[in-house]
């Protein structure tokens, strides 16, 4: 079979159009009964690699998730958006970028993919660091924010056009290569219901953490977490003058 293998990282997180609310503690947000959906970045680098296997470009696309046994579920829609096959490494902790990119690292090691394809950013940390650490751990190229790609299997390179300020930077890369996605580089297609039928019979392996052995330190402690305030009150005024007055005097008004 021509073509490379892909790897493509998906996280699990509280869906984008959730109101989230911080718990009562603050010790994080709640998840307890709460919709959660695949990273946005990550169905946009899932339909990518599903669009570079229809090109003929790949052979495989293994989608792999870090998180609790629940992340099953977002696996199953990564299987019916394409992926062939999915791991999920379970572990009830939220681990930051640096552990993910270290377990990350280690299934590499395992399943040698050639291209990895992953979020410039999960919604929920907000971190965009994942994709970096992994890139340095492994010693391998990086193509962050991507907008556009075309991976060549006969030189063994991947082209990378990036949205930077004030214009687009096209880079090229060697193989293996790690290639984050920006918003723009494809929209994800509708997920049609016999592929989400289908889905239910590719393999799915579950991992506990733990198997792997890989040390994992912990160096950042999160202190609290809190609600946006609510101070900010809107003014309903009768004439522009007044409007203009306050615009004038706004440091009074806010
Ligand atoms: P972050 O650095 O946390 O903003 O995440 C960037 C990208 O790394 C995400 O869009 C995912 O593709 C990947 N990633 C981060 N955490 C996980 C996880 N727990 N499981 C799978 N992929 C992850």
């Known amino acids: 079979m021509t073509g490379i293998k892909c790897l493509v990282c998906v996280k699990q997180v509280i869906d984008y159009s959730v109101k989230v609310r911080v718990k009562s503690d603050g010790s994080g947000v709640e998840t307890d009964q709460v919709k959660l959906s695949m990273n946005p970045f990550d169905e946009i680098a899932v339909e990518e690699a599903v669009r570079q296997k229809e090109a003929g470009l790949l052979n495989e696309i293994l989608a792999v998730s870090i998180g609790p046994l629940r992340a099953q579920e977002t696996l199953r829609v990564a299987l019916a958006r394409g992926a062939d096959k999915a791991i999920l490494i379970q572990t009830e902790e939220a681990l930051p970028p640096i552990s993910v990119a270290k377990i990350l690292k280690n299934i590499v090691a395992s399943e040698n993919p050639e291209l990895i394809l992953m979020g410039k950013q999960a919604i929920d940390d907000d971190c965009n660091q994942t994709g970096q650490m992994l890139a340095a751990l492994l010693g391998w190229p990086q193509g962050t924010f991507a907008s556009q790609l075309t991976v060549n299997i006969n030189d063994k390179t991947v082209k990378v056009t990036r949205e930077v300020d004030g214009g687009l930077e096209t880079l090229s890369l060697s193989l293996p290569a790690v290639i984050t996605?920006?918003?723009?580089?494809?929209e994800p297609r509708y997920l049609a219901?016999?592929?989400?039928?289908?889905?239910?019979?590719?393999p799915l392996t579950v991992k506990p953490l733990a198997e792997l052995n890989i040390p994992l330190k912990k160096h950042i402690d999160i202190l609290t977490v809190e609600a946006p305030s609510n101070e900010r009150q809107g003014l309903i005024l009768n004439s522009v003058e007044a409007l203009i007055d306050k615009l004038k005097n706004v440091d009074k008004v806010i």
Do not use: E, I, Q, Y
């Not at 996605?181 to 494809?186: A, G, I, K, V, Y």
């Not at 219901?193 to 590719?202: D, E, H, Q, T, Y």
């Open 193 to 202: 219901l016999p592929n989400v039928m289908r889905a239910k019979s590719k």
């Open 181 to 186: 996605t920006d918003l723009r580089l494809n």
